[in-house]
């Protein structure tokens, strides 16, 4: 018995949404299925496995019932035993299933409204994967679209099909746009969220900007020129730097153009915000100086663990370097990563002495010596008393004006000086009960083991109950690193196993007892 009813109109309107929607017909068909599936779960059972099928080339809309064969039944409404199946199909197997058809159901007002939110909800879900899924791989690029509608700030594009997202902190400052304009902006970040995937826009992101000169430069489109790095402070100004794979093309007048042409097309469409365009370079030294361009730079010094470069600029330079509100040496940070310290040439000079006068006045304390020999251990680049102790005769005789009596005497001063200090220090650490199974541990200097006293960290417990970044906060960041803290804190906690490893006193007491021993008692 045929119980299949035609429904080509259903053919019509899956054609329409398709064509409406762009999405898949099948996908459409798919979900009017589901729909009717959902009706007829209401009218037979829902714990029944209802099916509705509809002929992609008639319309003819089928429903039915399906019961899976199985040895031991758990669900009465979906299964059925195998041997009782076998009755009415002999050559069902395990796993098979019995599909009896169902006369076509006539939908009322409930099940026809129903109907059209399972179709409503599964279109919108189809709708949403492909806008993900468009744009998924689109991040990095530039996009136009159009203003739909402003919320608190937060404007919705419309580009082709899609919305979306640029938030008012992604607009440059002073810049406003109504609804019907229209706007170019960068795809920073595409993410699937509960109600649906959002793309998120920029006009602010540092890509907006290297993506603009890439449309309006064709030798970086091209690859020949690269932007390795770009910084800025929208609306205002950006410092962008860039190499060229080819020595004949100039990285910076390519960019600038004829006349400054291309700049200024970039430039219009930032409102106005200003460009500087640097040379990129890899000697770290070289690229902070090009970042602090227009300012004149004449001394860096590179602190490479610290992530830290010191500038000397002259005196009339040092507002430029700087910027109105530190714009410039902000940017030009951002620019190169490096944190960035900027001196003039006065101060670095007052600096420079005051050291001097600082490492001059240690010497001629600890050595007894006078101003002069003093200052020329420094001159010659000596900053501690245990570089001067471990430093070779000879090579200090070679200073001007000494001879290899006054090496000897100065490296026998320097070594009592550090042999007195240390036994005051040592003395200092037994008064305050730091024990000798810290000071044993050589990564600890007497200096070290006085700062663990006064933080009462005096046993090897209290050492092993610390953490790293607790012991190189007590000790000093450039005492020590987090790789040697816990080095020392499990030698600190050595014992512990050891202790866990040895036999309880009472054991092995009776361990030692002798059979006869036994035996006699």
Same mark, same amino acid.
């Given at each position: 018995?045929?119980?299949?009813?035609?429904?080509? !109109?259903?053919?019509?309107?899956?054609?329409?949404?398709?064509?409406?929607?762009?999405?898949?017909?099948?996908?459409?068909?798919?979900?009017?299925? /589901?729909?009717?599936?959902?009706?007829?779960?209401?009218?037979?059972?829902?714990?029944?496995?209802?099916?509705?099928?509809?002929?992609?080339?008639?319309? +003819?809309?089928?429903?039915?019932? &399906?019961?899976?064969?199985?040895?031991?039944?758990?669900?009465?409404?979906?299964?059925?035993?195998?041997?009782?199946?076998?009755?009415?199909?002999?050559?069902?197997?395990?796993?098979?299933?019995?599909?009896?058809?169902?006369?076509?159901?006539?939908?009322?007002?409930?099940?026809?409204?129903?109907?059209?939110?399972?179709?409503?909800?599964?279109?919108?879900?189809?709708?949403?994967?492909? /806008?993900?899924? =468009?744009?998924?791989?689109?991040?990095?690029?530039?996009?136009?679209?159009?203003?739909? #509608?402003?919320? %608190?700030?937060?404007?919705?594009?419309?580009?082709?099909?899609?919305?979306?997202?640029?938030?008012?902190?992604?607009?440059?400052?002073? =810049?406003?746009?109504?609804?019907?304009?229209?706007?170019?902006?960068?795809? %920073?970040?595409?993410?699937?969220?509960? #109600?649906?995937?959002?793309?998120?826009?920029?006009?602010?992101?540092?890509?907006?900007?290297?993506?603009?000169?890439?449309?309006?430069?064709?030798?970086? %489109?091209?690859?020949?020129?690269?932007?390795?790095?770009?910084?800025?402070?929208?609306?205002?100004?950006?410092?962008?730097?860039?190499?060229?794979?080819?020595?004949?093309?100039d990285p910076v007048g390519a960019c600038v153009g004829?006349?400054?042409?291309?700049?200024?097309?970039?430039?219009?469409?930032?409102?106005?915000?200003?460009?500087?365009?640097?040379? &990129?370079?890899? /000697?770290?030294?070289?690229?902070?100086?090009?970042?602090?361009?227009?300012?004149?730079?004449?001394?860096?010094?590179?602190?490479? =663990?610290?992530?830290?470069?010191?500038?000397?600029?002259?005196?009339?330079?040092?507002?430029?370097?700087?910027?109105?509100?530190?714009?410039?040496?902000?940017?030009?940070?951002?620019?190169?990563? &490096?944190?960035?310290?900027?001196?003039?040439?006065?101060?670095?000079?007052?600096?420079?002495?005051?050291?001097?006068?600082?490492?001059?006045?240690?010497?001629?304390?600890?050595?007894?010596?006078?101003?002069?020999?003093?200052?020329?251990?420094?001159?010659?680049?000596?900053?501690?008393?245990?570089?001067?102790?471990?430093?070779?005769?000879?090579?200090?005789? !070679?200073?001007?004006?000494?001879?290899?009596?006054?090496?000897?005497?100065?490296?026998?001063?320097?070594?009592?000086?550090?042999?007195?200090?240390?036994?005051?220090?040592?003395?200092?650490?037994?008064?305050?009960?730091?024990?000798? +199974?810290?000071?044993?541990?050589?990564?600890?200097?007497?200096?070290?083991?006085? /700062?663990?006293?006064?933080?009462?960290?005096?046993?090897?417990?209290?050492?092993?109950?610390?953490?790293?970044?607790?012991?190189?906060?007590?000790?000093?960041?450039?005492?020590?690193?987090?790789?040697?803290a816990n080095t020392v804190i499990m030698v600190a906690?050595?014992? &512990?196993?050891?202790?866990?490893?040895?036999? !309880?006193?009472?054991?092995?007491?009776?361990?030692?007892?002798?059979?006869? !021993?036994?035996?006699?008692?």
């Amino acid at each position: 018995m045929d119980t299949s009813v035609a429904r080509p !109109e259903l053919l019509l309107v899956a054609d329409a949404v398709a064509r409406e929607k762009s999405i898949d017909r099948d996908e459409v068909l798919e979900a009017m299925e /589901q729909a009717i599936q959902k009706a007829g779960r209401a009218k037979y059972g829902h714990e029944k496995d209802i099916r509705a099928t509809i002929d992609r080339k008639t319309g +003819d809309v089928r429903l039915s019932r &399906w019961t899976e064969a199985v040895e031991t039944v758990e669900n009465e409404e979906t299964q059925i035993p195998l041997h009782i199946a076998r009755k009415f199909k002999p050559d069902i197997e395990l796993g098979g299933h019995l599909i009896d058809p169902l006369p076509p159901i006539d939908f009322g007002r409930i099940a026809a409204q129903t109907a059209k939110q399972v179709i409503v909800q599964r279109v919108r879900e189809y709708e949403r994967k492909k /806008q993900y899924d =468009e744009f998924k791989d689109r991040v990095g690029e530039i996009i136009n679209g159009v203003v739909k #509608r402003t919320e %608190y700030g937060n404007m919705m594009v419309e580009v082709g099909r899609a919305e979306a997202l640029l938030r008012r902190d992604e607009l440059i400052p002073r =810049e406003s746009f109504r609804n019907g304009d229209r706007v170019r902006a960068y795809i %920073y970040d595409v993410r699937e969220e509960p #109600r649906g995937p959002q793309v998120f826009l920029s006009r602010t992101h540092p890509g907006f900007l290297a993506k603009l000169f890439a449309q309006e430069v064709p030798e970086i %489109y091209d690859g020949i020129i690269e932007i390795k790095a770009v910084s800025r402070d929208p609306g205002s100004r950006a410092k962008m730097a860039v190499i060229s794979r080819d020595s004949s093309i100039d990285p910076v007048g390519a960019c600038v153009g004829m006349r400054g042409s291309r700049v200024q097309a970039v430039v219009q469409e930032l409102q106005g915000e200003k460009i500087d365009i640097i040379p &990129w370079s890899p /000697q770290a030294a070289t690229f902070v100086v090009n970042a602090l361009a227009p300012a004149e730079v004449t001394k860096v010094v590179m602190d490479e =663990e610290a992530g830290r470069v010191e500038v000397v600029v002259p005196d009339d330079q040092l507002s430029l370097a700087i910027g109105r509100r530190g714009q410039n040496v902000r940017l030009a940070s951002q620019l190169t990563r &490096w944190d960035i310290d900027i001196l003039t040439e006065a101060e670095e000079s007052e600096r420079r002495q005051e050291e001097f006068r600082r490492r001059t006045g240690l010497f001629v304390e600890a050595l007894d010596v006078d101003d002069v020999i003093a200052g020329l251990l420094v001159t010659e680049g000596f900053n501690t008393i245990e570089e001067l102790a471990f430093v070779a005769p000879d090579e200090l005789a !070679e200073i001007e004006g000494f001879d290899d009596s006054v090496a000897e005497e100065l490296i026998r001063r320097a070594e009592a000086f550090l042999l007195s200090r240390d036994n005051a220090l040592n003395d200092k650490r037994l008064s305050l009960g730091v024990t000798d +199974d810290i000071a044993v541990i050589e990564t600890f200097t007497p200096a070290m083991l006085v /700062q663990l006293g006064e933080k009462g960290i005096k046993t090897l417990d209290d050492l092993a109950d610390l953490a790293s970044d607790e012991l190189i906060e007590i000790v000093g960041e450039t005492a020590m690193d987090e790789e040697t803290a816990n080095t020392v804190i499990m030698v600190a906690r050595a014992h &512990w196993f050891d202790d866990a490893a040895a036999p !309880e006193p009472e054991a092995a007491a009776d361990a030692d007892e002798s059979p006869e !021993e036994t035996g006699d008692a």
